[in-house]
């Protein structure tokens, strides 16, 4: 089970690569296991020396009935003190953006792929789709010469 954020690396420059914990309520882990959840809007922040995301929409468990969740509540990343100081340095100093581009299991726990990001111009979005379409291209050409 693996979600991703494809619009990530579009809308980005990905810098550095954090892996982080969640704290999750009984029917989110629930239906985050059968892949009902969706990061493609969400962000994370740090507030009071802690990490959040904002955003992540996990799908309502069928089988809970009256005791489900909310779907896009804040939830708490987890993530050393020492990772989160650095972390809060470069995003007040540099500008910089934390975007989750994975959600996945790690022996049964779930984790989350956090990405130090740059936003992207349109110029530079434009120059992505080029160097993709090349790649096509070249695949196509080689594919049609063997």
Known sequence: MEILNRKAKFNYFIEEEYECGIVLEGTEIKSVREGSCDIKDSYAIIKNNELFILNMYIKK?????????IETRTRKLLMHKKEIKKLNIKLELEGYTLIPLKVYLNKNKVKILLGL??????????????????KIDIKRQIKGNN
Do not use: L, P
């Open 61 to 69: 468990y069928q089988e809970a009935g009256t005791f489900n969740h």
């Open 117 to 134: 990001c740059k936003g992207k111009k349109n110029f530079d979005k434009r120059e992505t789709m080029k160097e993709r379409d090349i």
